[in-house]
């Protein structure tokens, strides 16, 4: 038999379990100490301020044109024009580089040269002129325009090449025409520039502001047309966590 003493044992023993149990089942409760901080507008900004970073540091070596003057290349017989030159400027020289072009071709035919042999400096010059033009501007405006040409003519190392023009050129001339008369179509295409784009770049104008300055005013507003799309991704971006 149990004694008073035994019974009453047993019932705290019994209410230290149930009271164990409670306190395991029971939700603990959040200090401050647990409680995650929220993060401020300018801690979630942190990607974009760091694209933002990128592009700055990129446009400071751009309007350096350290990149640029590195990859010009040397030409005899060709007067290059330092580079960080508004669009404008670039674009003069460039028909400037394509008139010396057919001054050298001309004084080959007085020469008596063969015309295919001359039709191939056209093209080599025109190509020449080509990528040493862009090279005087924006090195951004260069890549691009490297991407453009990428995807237009692919990986084809010979989109440019003589041989590639005489073919096309060949294919829409009559078909009696002779090799000769093919590089002579093509010797006079080589000296017509792009309408389209001498509109759109306009013809250099007097200008207060010294080339240079023109340039990097010109290229700061091309990368701060580029830094637009990051900003519209992260204002969607809040926009969907607001509306969420």
């Given at each position: 038999?149990?004694?008073?003493?035994?019974?009453?044992?047993?019932?705290?023993?019994?209410?230290?379990?149930?009271?164990?149990?409670?306190?395991?089942?029971?939700?603990?409760?959040?200090?401050?100490?647990?409680?995650?901080?929220?993060?401020?507008?300018?801690?979630?900004?942190?990607?974009?301020?760091?694209?933002?970073?990128v592009l700055l540091v990129?446009?400071?070596?751009?309007?350096?044109?350290?990149?640029?003057?590195?990859?010009?290349?040397?030409?005899?017989?060709?007067?290059?024009?330092?580079?960080?030159?508004?669009?404008?400027?670039v674009r003069e020289a460039?028909?400037?580089?394509?008139?010396?072009?057919?001054?050298?071709?001309?004084?080959?035919?007085?020469?008596?040269?063969?015309?295919?042999?001359?039709?191939?400096?056209?093209?080599?010059?025109?190509?020449?002129?080509?990528?040493?033009?862009?090279?005087?501007?924006?090195?951004?405006?260069?890549?691009?325009?490297?991407?453009?040409?990428?995807?237009?003519?692919?990986?084809?190392?010979?989109?440019?090449?003589?041989?590639?023009?005489?073919?096309?050129?060949?294919?829409?001339?009559?078909?009696?025409?002779?090799?000769?008369?093919?590089?002579?179509?093509?010797?006079?295409?080589?000296?017509?520039?792009?309408?389209?784009?001498?509109?759109?770049?306009?013809?250099?104008?007097?200008?207060?502001?010294?080339?240079?300055?023109?340039?990097?005013?010109?290229?700061?507003?091309?990368?701060?047309?580029?830094?637009?799309?990051?900003?519209?991704?992260?204002?969607?971006?809040?926009?969907?966590?607001?509306?969420?």
């Amino acid at each position: 038999r149990s004694g008073p003493a035994q019974i009453g044992a047993r019932a705290m023993t019994k209410k230290r379990k149930v009271t164990k149990g409670k306190e395991a089942t029971a939700p603990k409760a959040v200090t401050k100490k647990d409680e995650q901080p929220k993060s401020t507008p300018w801690q979630e900004a942190r990607p974009l301020r760091r694209t933002l970073a990128v592009l700055l540091v990129i446009f400071a070596i751009d309007v350096t044109c350290v990149g640029q003057r590195a990859q010009l290349p040397e030409l005899p017989g060709w007067t290059l024009p330092p580079a960080g030159l508004p669009a404008a400027s670039v674009r003069e020289a460039y028909h400037g580089m394509i008139e010396g072009s057919r001054q050298r071709v001309a004084q080959g035919e007085k020469e008596g040269q063969e015309p295919c042999a001359l039709a191939r400096q056209a093209v080599n010059d025109r190509h020449e002129a080509r990528m040493v033009a862009r090279l005087l501007g924006s090195g951004l405006v260069a890549a691009l325009l490297q991407l453009r040409d990428a995807f237009v003519y692919g990986s084809n190392s010979d989109a440019f090449a003589f041989d590639t023009f005489f073919a096309r050129y060949q294919a829409t001339a009559p078909p009696d025409a002779t090799a000769d008369e093919v590089c002579k179509l093509l010797i006079e295409s080589s000296f017509h520039t792009n309408e389209a784009v001498n509109a759109l770049v306009g013809q250099k104008t007097e200008s207060t502001l010294p080339e240079y300055l023109s340039f990097v005013a010109e290229t700061a507003g091309v990368y701060g047309m580029l830094s637009v799309a990051p900003m519209l991704v992260w204002g969607a971006a809040q926009l969907t966590k607001v509306v969420a």
